[in-house]
T-cell receptor, first 110, second 118 residues
Framework: DAKTTQPPSMDCAEGRAANLPCNHS???????VYWYRQIHSQGPQYIIH?????ETNEMASLIITEDRKSSTLILPHATLRDTAVYYC???????????WGAGTKLIIKP | KAGVTQTPRYLIKTRGQQVTLSCSPI?????VSWYQQTPGQGLQFLFE???????NKGNFPGRFSGRQFSNSRSEMNVSTLELGDSALYLC?????????????????FGEGSRLTVL
């Protein structure tokens, strides 16, 4: 069973920041949070991952709440090419498997 | 450098047949994972191989099997195909598998093999 809950869909205006929420209230102490995205007809693409601290890379920022029960992926300046399904994923501590949720379909509008 | 290559990209089989899918990881990557993606169940983990050894296996029946060769290329096989096996099968490679002190690095996915079972 998925350990994450995400809104099924979101819209964002081109050039604005896209903030994608994820709830993972049952996450345990050593379980990492990962974000991937999947553009139509392609394989998923890694975005970022984190454990406790906020993380930033060239694609996005990941903000994890202090209690680790939720996180937000931020795409700072969304473009039309960011339209995709975004998956928030928990990596199990027991066997290191990535448990994928249903994802959020993000549509960037001009 | 070349990405993850999966073959064939599309295939159609009938119930009861068997199928073999192939995955060539990125050069230098030794870990290969397989996933099944369907509209109803989303992405589900099948198995992970590292250095020719299966490290992890998801909750799939024994009809689903895989292997990894010494050059890190991997194959998965599904025997006695059922209608419900129709899906996109994705292969992902990484430099190393995940473990407690070394979180899984970035997974690089191929474009998948789309299997239709009639």
């Amino acid at each position: 069973d998925a350990k994450t809950t995400q809104p099924p869909s979101m819209d964002c205006a081109e050039g604005r920041a896209a903030n994608l929420p994820c709830n993972h209230s049952t996450i345990s102490g050593n379980e990492y949070v990962y974000w991937y995205r999947q553009i139509h007809s392609q394989g998923p693409q890694y975005i970022i991952h984190g454990l406790k601290n906020n993380e930033t890379n060239e694609m996005a920022s990941l903000i994890i709440t202090e209690d680790r029960k939720s996180s937000t992926l931020i795409l700072p300046h969304a473009t039309l090419r960011d339209t995709a399904v975004y998956y928030c994923i928990v990596r199990l501590d027991s066997n290191y498997q990535l448990i994928w949720g249903a994802g959020t379909k993000l549509i960037i509008k001009p | 450098k070349a990405g993850v290559t999966q073959t064939p990209r599309y295939l159609i089989k009938t119930r009861g047949q068997q199928v073999t899918l192939s995955c060539s990881p990125i050069s230098g990557h030794r870990s290969v994972s397989w996933y099944q993606q369907t509209p109803g169940q989303g992405l589900q983990f099948l198995f992970e191989y590292f250095s020719e050894t299966q490290r992890n296996k998801g909750n799939f029946p024994g009809r689903f099997s895989g292997r990894q060769f010494s050059n890190s290329r991997s194959e998965m096989n599904v025997s006695t195909l059922e209608l419900g096996d129709s899906a996109l099968y994705l292969c992902a490679s990484s430099l190393y598998p995940g473990d407690r002190d070394l979180p899984t690095g970035e997974l690089f996915f191929g474009e998948g093999s789309r299997l239709t079972v009639l």
